[in-house]
């Protein structure tokens, strides 16, 4: 059987570069494997992110007109063969997991070896590229089955990746394997909402299906598998009552994987949902079921302070730094439910500057846990004066959480406000200043702990390595100089939102 | 007044219903972990009848082009595609269970023992100790 | 092992492929574990070599895709590998494509098999 092909004989790069984003870790993880050396496997991993940075910031160059990619693998056109599509918004999350991949690296040579034990070094940073390959898989595929394979890859190596955090505290091991079962039901209940779309429609591609939907929205079928795909997804992404694994998740996970988890696991889960919500089942079907009001705008509220008012009371800095995130997707989804494109604007941007700043603070934890053997408060009592570089990064992380201006954290949580006043929620913009506040109260806690309660009257400094510090003062420099700078991020996620709500 | 019709002619969408309730049944309600993970296995089973059945055309034979590439429009085909997906969500469901049950073996191994409700006395006495978590050189596993 | 390798080269077209082969090639050496030792099978296939198997099965896959990119077409698109026609091409791209995938099989399953069997087992019969 032979297909009709265009056959341009000319090699061009620019061409294979959706395929190249996910082929550079994707080959790595073997390649580590096969030479299974441990330095060599940290410098693959290191070259891979970096590689994909360029790869990825290329894309968001080459999209930032609004244009739009198209890559056929195999040559199978769409609807039948799968493709790739890249647009402003995947090209942004593109970015930021390859940025976090890249910033991480560094750090973990320190981090890992300090963790993990010598002989598991090399299925270790394995494992970790399968998990950015399959992070990037799900951001740039344009097939909705293709989406649950990478989700299924990024899943697994996640949960292997928490579970070697067993090697300091034997918790992770009960801890991943809840995260195994509550992400398997959600990744199961994702894939009926797939099923129910294929058996109305009979195609996987996201624009066909999307263009066949149109107008069945009042088919039941439609509605349960928009159901199933928000609970499926919702799970994966820790939306309020459905975040339990998460917070045990990553305080006892390794560090490193911590920090990278942190930053774009969830992310790329709000970016599926958004994807589903606005690509696939448009924001006028969002407005008939009115699914965004009665539903997504309570969880995001009840996350925003009561996950606030629990992390204030962690005795854990991890525990504290996961219960704080899960009050962060509340701001997201509440940007994305205020329902214009102001509101997707904040919520894009607070995706990118959350996953800078958690990333950060993530890394701060970790070199606690190497320094003072742990990362437990009363661990960190008086670190401020023995670890002072390390800390006053984690004081930089802690205004960006809080949203102080000048950091990134301001910009957000300043657009945010403004798209719920412009839209006439003036309420949200109160409930949005009184979440900030409680995190004035936990954030305030931990800079106590780590300049006001010297427990054991040290002075002698004993900092974090030099990696490790290299890799934390990038990640807190970013979140002041997107801060600062403001008009990369913003022009972007105002194209994302642009093209996302008129598609 | 019953619709009988409706009832027989989803009976596929009952079946996947009952087999889908009973595994979420047992992942929520059993503490043992590998019934956890037996649960688990027919919640997934259950989407993958599902696919299968959304697949079957009736009267439909094997899709499977003739040699000669004679294609008869008329005989009526099954459409291979959801079973195509199916394979490759049953390889990602073998993966997850053999993931789960690794992590049973070294959960074993640590805790001493599989059931919920004992391993959560031994964490909740290990959260309350605010003991600092040993790092793997002194807790000596290798 | 030959019925594997059988099962291999005519999955093109007859029922068969690379999962199927894998599987069978594992089999072989997973019955020789069981029956003899698992230091005997070691000795035949040690653990190390079947880390690099796994992790050969999938760069020859990848590879596979890799080459037509060279031959300016996209990713996977086996019709590039053939100079003579696009079928052709096809042929071998699915060849080379499930030796890939059974060397990574058999190397999945015997590492499974290695890491469960190895174990020493904590629960002695008794509490059975």
Redesign the interface.
């Known amino acids: 059987?032979?297909?009709p092909?265009s056959?341009?004989?000319?090699?061009?790069l620019v061409e294979?570069l959706p395929?190249l984003q996910i082929?550079v870790p994707?080959?790595s993880?073997?390649?580590?494997?096969?030479i299974?050396n441990r330095t060599i496997a940290w410098w693959i991993t290191f070259l891979a992110s970096l590689i994909s940075l360029l790869i990825s910031i290329n894309l968001l160059l080459l999209v930032n007109d609004g244009s739009i990619i198209s890559?056929?693998?195999?040559?199978w056109a769409p609807p039948i063969g799968i493709e790739y599509r890249v647009d402003a918004l995947n090209a942004f999350v593109l970015v930021l997991i390859a940025l976090i991949s890249t910033i991480v690296a560094p750090y973990a040579y320190k981090s890992v070896g300090?963790?993990?034990?010598k002989?598991h070094h090399t299925l270790f940073y394995a494992a970790y590229l399968l998990c950015v390959t399959g992070l990037m898989g799900v951001v740039i595929t344009g097939d909705v089955?293709n989406v649950?394979?990478f989700l299924?890859i990024s899943s697994?190596a996640s949960?292997?990746l928490i579970?070697l955090g067993?090697?300091?505290?034997?918790?992770a091991?009960?801890s991943?394997?809840n995260y195994?079962?509550i992400g398997?039901?959600g990744?199961?209940f994702f894939?009926?909402g797939i099923?129910l779309l294929?058996?109305v429609t009979g195609t996987?591609n996201m624009i066909d299906m999307a263009g066949l939907l149109e107008g069945k929205s009042s088919s039941s079928t439609v509605r349960s598998a928009f159901a199933f795909i928000i609970v499926g997804v919702g799970l994966k992404l820790a939306i309020y009552p459905l975040h339990i694994w998460l917070p045990k998740a990553y305080t006892f996970a390794p560090s490193f994987i911590t920090a990278f988890l942190a930053a774009t696991a969830t992310k790329v889960a709000i970016y599926i949902l958004l994807r589903f919500m606005f690509t696939i089942f448009r924001p006028s079907f969002l407005e008939e079921l009115n699914v965004l009001n009665f539903v997504i705008l309570p969880l995001s509220i009840a996350a925003m302070i009561i996950a606030s008012l629990i992390a204030i009371f962690q005795?854990d800095f991890k525990g504290l730094l996961a219960y704080s995130s899960i009050a962060q997707v509340g701001y997201i989804l509440l940007g994305i439910s205020i329902m214009s494109e102001s509101g997707l604007t904040a919520a894009i941007i607070h995706l990118f500057n959350h996953g800078i700043t958690k990333v950060a603070l993530f890394m701060v934890a970790g070199a606690y846990v190497i320094k003072r053997?742990?990362s437990?408060l009363?661990?960190l009592q008086g670190a401020g004066f023995t670890m002072p570089w390390t800390s006053a990064a984690a004081v930089v992380g802690c205004l960006s959480l809080i949203g102080v201006p000048g950091t990134a954290g301001f910009i957000s949580k300043w657009i945010l406000v403004e798209a719920a006043i412009e839209n006439g929620k003036w309420p949200l913009a109160i409930v949005i200043i009184f979440s900030s506040l409680l995190a004035v109260v936990y954030c305030g806690r931990v800079i106590e702990t780590l300049y006001f309660k010297n427990g054991n009257d040290e002075t002698i400094v004993n900092e974090s390595p030099l990696t490790m510090l290299i890799s934390i003062w990038i990640a807190s420099l970013a979140c002041i100089y997107f801060g600062l700078s403001t008009d990369i991020t913003i022009s972007v996620s105002d194209l994302a939102a642009k093209m996302l709500y008129l598609k | 007044m019953i619709n009988w019709e409706f009832i027989i002619g989803h009976l596929n969408y009952w079946f996947f219903i009952v087999l889908m309730m009973t595994g979420l049944y047992i992942v929520i309600a059993k503490g043992n972990l590998v019934k956890k993970v037996v649960g688990l296995n027919i919640f997934q089973t259950s989407v993958f009848m599902f696919y299968i059945s959304i697949g079957k055309v009736i009267g439909g034979t094997a899709p499977i082009f003739p040699v000669d590439m004679k294609i008869d429009n008329n005989i009526v085909y099954s459409n291979p595609l959801p079973h195509v997906l199916i394979l490759t969500a049953i390889v990602v469901g073998v993966a997850t269970t053999s993931l789960a049950l690794a992590l049973i073996v070294r959960i074993r191994e640590e805790y001493g023992t599989i059931e919920e409700d004992e391993i959560f006395i031994i964490e909740h006495e290990l959260d309350s100790s605010n003991k600092t978590p040993n790092t793997y050189k002194e807790n000596g596993h290798f | 092992m030959l019925f594997a390798f059988y099962v291999q080269f005519h999955g093109d077209y007859s029922p068969g492929g690379g999962f199927q082969a894998g599987v069978i090639m594992a089999v072989g050496i997973i019955i020789y574990g069981i029956v003899f030792d698992m230091e005997h099978a070691k000795k035949v296939l040690p653990p190390w070599f079947v880390h690099k198997m796994l992790a050969f099965g999938v760069l020859l896959y990848t590879f596979t895709g890799v080459i037509s990119f060279f031959r300016g077409q996209n990713f996977l698109d086996y019709s590039a590998l053939s100079r003579h026609s696009p079928t052709h091409g096809q042929h071998y791209g699915i060849l080379i494509i499930e030796l890939g995938v059974g060397i990574t099989v058999s190397g999945v399953m015997i590492a499974i098999f290695y890491a469960f069997a190895s174990r020493t087992s904590e629960i002695n019969d008794a509490e059975w």
Request: proline fraction near 3%; charged fraction near 15%.
């Open positions: 059987m032979s297909l092909i056959h341009s004989d000319s090699f061009s294979q395929i082929l994707f080959v993880a073997p390649l580590i494997v096969f299974g890559y056929h693998i195999g040559g300090n963790e993990i034990p002989e089955f649950f394979v299924e697994l949960y292997v579970s067993s090697h300091r505290d034997k918790r091991l009960t991943a394997f195994l079962i398997t039901i990744a199961t894939v009926i099923g294929y058996m996987l005795k053997g742990g437990l009363t661990n």
